[in-house]
């Protein structure tokens, strides 16, 4: 007998007819003879909605409040979940966040998870109860309710696998596996058997959204074998361990596309030191994340400065910039979302050169204009048109030697 986690995403429970079919599997994994934990995300579509509705109530929805109404998305679909399972005769519950007693920061909109009290969890799953979670919630030390970032319910899952030592943490979604691009936009992208935790925490942190980052920094911690899979199909998917996979040995191993970064430029800054702490502290002591930065100099003792924010930050950081141009003296803040970062990773590539050129010439060739290009010893990223995006991921699937070629298109 194990103790099985299983996470179904948005698209997993989008209508009622698929609920069931989540309560058909998770019943049959009961039925086989394990206790299950189940993690729920809101049907698709809904946190976005949600999102919409506040912001047609008040231009700034207030962050706590935000927080309550999100998190009503997760007990929608875990309440549906526990009932159906209960008339087809098993014993199940939900439990909302705080009742899972996930504790997090305060941070509303992105929180961290701080602990889980894994009691409340295994009191229920020693009397061999079902127990259906909403994701992507929890509270923090007032009581107040939380939410932990777009993707979340990941973190959710992973983070109580974590807490009550689960045997394995299923992630259910609408592709049967991690890729070596996202298969939606690159149908010759091959699935992977196995995969680091390593590599997927690159691969997330340049836009692979099919795990959120956070989750895999937990599995990686905690050391919980991860299982991406689809529920819509029995095929086995792809594991998310502790050992390498052969993929290292590749130069490049994966592309990824990121199309929620921003891209902010401030014209004529004066450059003189210090200059940088004041443009960049207001933006960080927001909690918003600075991804590339770019300086180039003019003449005149003057510099330009481009850098990137995720597209939800981008409304605030605009405004806080601006403000801070005016008191350095800048002379023009311009903003644009209509941007897209494309990264090809891969450990092999520490050792090698030639990898940028290939990417540069590959982009070239499709004239495609690189924005802006940033690079570390496992990734090269460029800043294209939104427009480009999946031309470039394909291009640059197929440059570096990617490409399944049994896949027909
Ligand atoms: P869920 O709602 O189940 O959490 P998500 O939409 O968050 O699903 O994540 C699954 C999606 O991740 C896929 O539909 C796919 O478009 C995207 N994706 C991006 N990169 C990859 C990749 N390398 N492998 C698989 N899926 C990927
Ligand atoms: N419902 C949340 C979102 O759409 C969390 C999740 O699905 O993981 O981001
Ligand atoms: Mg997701």
């Not at 590749?250 to 596309?257: D, E, K, N, Q, R």
């Not at 600075?290 to 003057?302: A, E, H, L, P, S």
């Not at 897209?340 to 990898?355: F, L």
Request: net charge negative; with cysteine; glycine share 8%.
């Amino acid at each position: 007998m194990a103790l099985v986690v299983q996470k179904y995403g948005g698209t997993s429970v989008a209508n009622i007819e698929r609920i069931s079919n989540v309560a058909r599997r998770v019943a049959k994994t009961y039925d086989q003879g394990n206790d299950v934990i189940v993690i729920l995300s809101a049907m698709a579509g809904v946190t976005d909605s949600l999102i919409a509705l506040a912001h047609q109530a008040v231009e700034e929805p207030d962050k706590r409040e935000m927080d309550v109404l999100l998190a009503t998305g997760e007990q929608t679909t875990a309440a549906l979940l526990a009932m159906m399972l209960r008339a087809k005769g098993y014993q199940a519950q939900s439990m909302l966040g705080h009742q899972a007693d996930v504790v997090t920061d305060s941070a509303y909109g992105n929180a961290r998870i701080i602990e889980i009290g894994a009691k409340p969890l295994r009191k229920l799953i020693d009397r061999h109860t079902i127990v259906v979670v909403a994701g992507f919630q929890g509270y923090d030390i007032k009581g107040n309710i939380t939410t932990l970032g777009r993707g979340g319910s990941d973190t959710s899952a992973v983070a109580i696998a974590a807490a009550v030592k689960a045997d394995v943490c299923e992630i259910y979604t609408d592709v049967d596996g991690i890729y070596t691009a996202d298969p939606n936009i690159c149908p010759k992208a091959r699935k992977l058997k196995s995969i680091s935790y390593d590599e997927m925490l690159n691969m997330a942190s340049l836009g692979a959204k099919v795990l959120q980052i956070r989750s895999v920094g937990f599995a990686k911690k905690y050391d919980i074998p991860v299982h991406v899979r689809s529920s819509f199909s029995e095929e086995e998917g792809t594991m998310v361990v502790n050992e390498d996979s052969g993929m290292e040995q590749l130069l490049v191993s994966a592309v990824s596309h990121d199309k929620n970064q921003a891209r902010i430029t401030i014209t004529k800054v004066p450059d003189q030191p210090g200059i940088a702490a004041k443009i960049f502290s207001p933006i960080s002591e927001e909690g918003i994340v600075v991804d590339m930065i770019i300086q180039n100099t003019r003449q005149g003792g003057k510099t330009d400065m481009t850098f990137t924010v995720p597209k939800v930050d981008f409304k605030r950081t605009m405004q806080i910039t601006q403000k801070v141009a005016g008191e350095i003296g800048a002379e023009e803040v311009m903003g644009d979302t209509d941007i897209a970062m494309v990264s090809a990773i891969g450990v092999g590539m520490k050792n090698h050169s030639g990898v940028a050129s290939v990417m540069f010439n590959t982009l070239a060739r499709e004239n495609i204009n690189i924005l802006m290009i940033s690079t570390s010893e496992i990734r090269i990223s460029c800043v294209i048109e939104e427009k480009y995006t999946e031309l470039a991921v394909r291009v640059l699937h197929t440059a570096f030697g990617l490409d399944d070629e049994e896949t027909q298109v």
